[in-house]
């Protein structure tokens, strides 16, 4: 059994119309055995939600409604707690110091490090095209991380 | 209309075999040809065809729900999220 968690801009890619790009997303899901466990982080439904407020088209709020509705009820919905914590200050200390980043870009990527702390606690795949999670993945082997795009 | 099936020419190299083959009919050799192939075809139909997997049909139920633009919509929302999102420094 092998488990994932979907990054918001995969999840959304998997309700869009068929394309080159997602194409790849569905034959993926068509490799998965029944048992694997396939999860989002809580963040991901805090975006979409976000999405749906701030549209002003009735048709796509319907869709993205939609999405939510399909997300919450296939996929296993991860919040925050008490496990990622240290994972989230070692992977945040370590990144920092690897890559000398300035403490104005460091604060952009929060939001993903705690998604990749939140994978990390799961002991899941994170897949994502956000070539952050790459570097991450490259300083803490224990991230693991697949870009289904490529 | 007739079908031919053209078969080539098959050497037998197995001389019990060959001999065998030698003294049947070539009525009995279509036979035993067309016996022997209705039973590989029998044998690959038989194989159990994999079922569609549970995550196979939600991606299909999925697909196509949303627009292309909803799609990119959806994405910069998460970016401006994600670039918005700050743990606070305090002094």
Known sequence: MKKYILDTNIASLLGGEETKENRKIYEKFYQLDDEDVVMVSIVTLYEATYGLKHSEDEEQQEEIRQNIAYIRKYFEIIPLDLREMELFADLKVLYKKKTGINKKAMKKNDLDILIASTAMAENATLISDDGIFERLSEIEPKFKWENWLN | ?91
């Not at chain 2, 050799?29 to 039973?39: A, E, H």
């Not at chain 2, 159990?48 to 991606?59: H, L, N, R």
């Open chain 2, 1 to 91: 209309m007739q079908v031919a099936l053209n078969l080539g020419t098959i050497n037998i190299t197995n001389q019990e075999v060959a001999k065998f083959i030698q003294n049947r009919s070539i009525d009995e050799i279509k036979s035993m040809i067309t016996d022997f192939l209705n039973n590989q075809v029998n044998i690959i139909s038989n194989k159990p065809t994999k079922k569609k997997g549970k995550w196979a049909e939600v991606a299909d139920e999925m697909r196509g729900t949303m627009s292309s633009d909803t799609v990119e919509y959806l994405k910069t929302c998460s970016q401006e999220i994600r670039s918005g999102f700050e743990l606070r420094d305090y002094k």
